[in-house]
């Protein structure tokens, strides 16, 4: 089995930056790597994306401009640098990994454990 696992979560107050990193056992050529987040009460929601092959990368428009997506080929990771925090943010971040270019969770097949943001006003 695939196995995913996040890192970086925290505290910060508003306006502050984290980096969230996903470290993955496996990623293959054909693949898409997300993250996701779910704040409490609220549904999951799609965040930003980045296909293995390519770079080809997208973004909720609640973090473009924000957030930056990246991966390292040779590592297995995926980061997301996240700037000008917002109390809204707080939620538990997840990455995924699937075959599909696309936001929707149902098309993600592999799923970490989550890391906790929480963003201070």
């Known amino acids: 089995q695939v196995q995913l696992a996040e890192s970086g979560g925290g505290s910060v107050q508003a306006g502050g930056s984290l980096r969230l990193s996903c470290a993955a056992s496996?990623?293959?050529?054909?693949?898409?790597m997300a993250w996701f987040r779910q704040g409490p009460g609220k549904e999951r929601e799609f965040v930003a994306l980045?296909?293995?092959?390519?770079?080809?990368?997208l973004y909720a428009d609640s973090v473009k401009g924000r957030f930056a997506i990246s991966q390292d080929n040779a590592k297995n990771t995926v980061s997301l640098v996240m700037n000008s925090l917002k109390p809204e943010d707080t939620a538990v971040y997840y990455c995924?990994?699937?075959?599909?270019?696309?936001?929707?969770?149902?098309?993600?097949?592999?799923w970490g454990q989550g890391t906790q943001v929480t963003v201070a006003s």
């Open positions: 496996s990623i293959l050529s054909s693949s898409v």
């Open positions: 995924a990994r699937g075959s599909q270019y696309s936001t929707s969770q149902l098309d993600y097949n592999y």
């Open positions: 980045i296909r293995r092959r390519g770079n080809s990368v």
